[in-house]
């Protein structure tokens, strides 16, 4: 007996994937189909991927012409199974010419003509090409341009903004230059934010009740009054209006969690979280301090994630240590907010006007999580217990910062009419509650 393998991921099964199987069942008597995992096509670049693993594997059960399907989760698995299983034959479509050719140890490698004028990037891009405009003054935008270019079915075709000079080459060529929102919101489907705090409620309202949908760096507002009030507009118009946080998209971050909720390093007591970008002294005596986000603002939103991600957000109590600019009470240099919850404590330290060691670590009752310095952008972390033996080390491939998984995720809650889980709207609350508290100086010390 013959035994072919073929791989792929298949997301939204088509045509060409048939022929492709068809063909491959052909060289032989039993076809095996390995189905990438989601974790694997992440690892390799391939973010877009719209349906689970068990619709993918589904769909090739389907087509009938698959003996046996299995998984594929890891870079050099197609050695490992083709050993495994017996394998004669390695079929795989022309657009990997070359790239197997060291399964020829191994098996018979064949490359079959890929069909023409379809693929699953078109189907996608079909389905979801959205237009997306952004606002603001700062060059956050331009990553935000540079990164959408790996989201399929997201065009960004539009910028609003009263300051052109940070603009990359490629913003400055975009088909819409504005100042004016009412103007950029005839052409969009919808808008990402990353204005100054104080003016992200007017924009959020303006955009929502044009019926487009809001990605918005995060604080959304910095009043719950506001924030209640936009999120009702945004259910009434059928919009979806979700924070930017962009670490919260980040895959170790992401795996993070989970590792945490699964027990790995027992019950969490303690959390320390610091996040710091010192200003350019030399710069300091120049800046507008009304356009510019103070720490609080720039960093408490990504520092709180984790806290309020993995202990909640029913804090019994807490206490606020703050410095600001002389003659500036709202713009801190500094702050450190400890909260106090049953049985365990988290601190966060955020700041625009110290420098600290940017890291993360979770305590337990059973060891703790390192994550290092700039852990906002990490891609590894440790699990360390009492005897190093147990320690594990982590690492996971982070791209764009996680914005692109961000935009992905922005795009997918569109149009699945359902925000993403990732950053829930009691997280974004909570986030908007500690916002209006700082300003308010509740359980404030100012030093
Ligand atoms: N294919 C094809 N014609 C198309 C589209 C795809 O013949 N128009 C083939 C591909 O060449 C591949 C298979 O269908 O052999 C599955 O394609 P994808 O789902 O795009 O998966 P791919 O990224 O090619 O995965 O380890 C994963 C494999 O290496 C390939």
Not at 126 to 143: D, Y
Not at 170 to 176: A, D, G, M
Request: glycine share 6%.
């Amino acid at each position: 007996m013959i035994k072919v393998i073929t791989y792929g991921t298949y997301d939204l099964l088509h045509f060409g994937h048939i022929r492709l199987l068809e063909r491959a069942k052909a060289l032989g008597d039993y076809l095996i189909v390995g189905v990438t995992a989601d974790g694997f096509d992440r690892a390799r670049g391939k973010i877009n991927v719209q349906q689970s693993l068990m619709e993918r594997i589904e769909a090739v059960k389907q087509t009938g012409l698959a003996d046996e399907i299995i998984i594929e989760e890891y870079e050099g698995q197609k050695i490992d199974d083709v050993f495994r299983y017996g394998v004669d034959v390695f079929a795989i479509g022309s657009d990997w010419e070359g790239k197997f050719d060291y399964l020829n140890n191994y098996c018979k490698v064949v490359y079959l003509p890929r069909t023409e004028g379809i693929s699953s990037s078109d189907l996608r891009k079909k389905q979801r090409e959205l237009n997306i405009g952004m606002v603001g003054e700062t060059a956050v935008l331009n990553k935000y341009e540079k990164e959408s270019h790996y989201v399929n079915g997201a065009c960004v075709n539009a910028v609003c903004s009263n300051d052109h000079t940070f603009f990359s080459s490629e913003v400055k060529n975009l088909p819409i230059i504005t100042d004016d929102l009412q103007d950029m919101l005839e052409k969009v489907d919808a808008v990402f934010i990353a204005s100054h705090p104080t003016e992200h409620y007017s924009q959020i309202k303006q955009t929502l009740e044009k019926k487009k949908h809001v990605l918005c760096k995060s604080p959304i507002v910095t009043s719950t009054k506001q924030w209640q009030e936009l999120k009702q507009i945004a259910k009434q118009n059928g919009c979806i209006l979700m924070d930017s946080i962009k670490t919260g998209y980040a895959t170790a971050y992401h795996r993070l969690l989970l590792l945490v909720k699964s027990g790995v390093i027992g019950e969490i007591v303690s959390m320390e979280v610091t996040c710091t970008s010192l200003f350019d002294l030399e710069r300091r005596s120049n800046i507008n301090y009304q356009k510019v986000w103070n720490s609080i603002s720039a960093w408490g939103p990504t520092a709180m994630l984790p806290v309020f991600q993995i202990l909640g957000t029913d804090y019994k109590q807490k206490q606020t240590v703050s410095r600001s600019i002389e003659g500036l009470k709202d713009f801190d240099l500094f702050t450190k907010t400890t909260y106090v919850f049953p049985h365990s404590v988290a601190s966060i330290k955020v700041g625009k006007g110290i420098k600290s060691e940017g890291e993360l670590i979770i305590s337990g009752t059973n060891g703790y999580i390192y994550v290092p310095a700039p852990w906002w952008k990490t891609d590894y972390f440790e699990i360390r217990k009492e005897h190093q033996s147990e320690n594990k080390r982590y690492f996971y491939q982070l791209e764009g910062e996680g914005i692109r998984y961000e935009l992905v995720s922005f795009i997918k809650s569109i149009h699945q009419s359902k925000q993403a889980k990732c950053i829930s709207d009691k997280v974004s609350f909570a986030i908007t509650k500690e916002m209006e508290d700082f300003f308010e100086r509740k359980d404030f010390i100012e030093i």
